[in-house]
């Protein structure tokens, strides 16, 4: 897992505290490559609209850690109900950690 995840321990002597920090190497890339996308309106084609249909649009790219954070942070992205998943969706993209993840629009 370590070519996807970084997992470091810190441990401080004078308060005996012992910490865990979850990283993604990836994760400046994926937001990288997000403002770029961004940066390029038309670039990412709606799936089937060659056949004159629409069937799907991808909206964001979303790195898992950063996934994991918003819903630490109180976002219901894994909730079973799927309207609500889908507003929650739509709040954290809203957000400022959100925005970021975004590959169409601003």
């Known amino acids: 897992m370590d ?6 321990l810190h441990y401080q002597d004078h308060s005996g505290e012992l910490t865990h920090n979850l990283s993604q190497p990836t994760e400046k890339l994926i937001l990288a490559r997000n403002a770029e996308l961004r940066k390029n ?6 799936i089937g609209k ?3 249909g629409v069937f799907g649009r991808q909206v964001a790219s979303i790195p898992f850690i950063t996934f994991e954070q918003a819903i630490r942070d109180g976002y219901e992205l894994n909730c ?10 739509n709040r954290f993209l809203q957000s400022e950690n959100g925005k970021q993840c975004l590959v169409q629009g601003s």
Do not use: C, H, L, N
């Open 80 to 89: 079973p109900d799927a309207e609500i998943q889908a507003k929650e969706m």
């Open 50 to 52: 060659q056949s004159g």
């Open 3 to 8: 070519e996807v995840f970084r997992s470091d």
């Open 41 to 46: 309106p038309g670039v990412i084609q709606d």
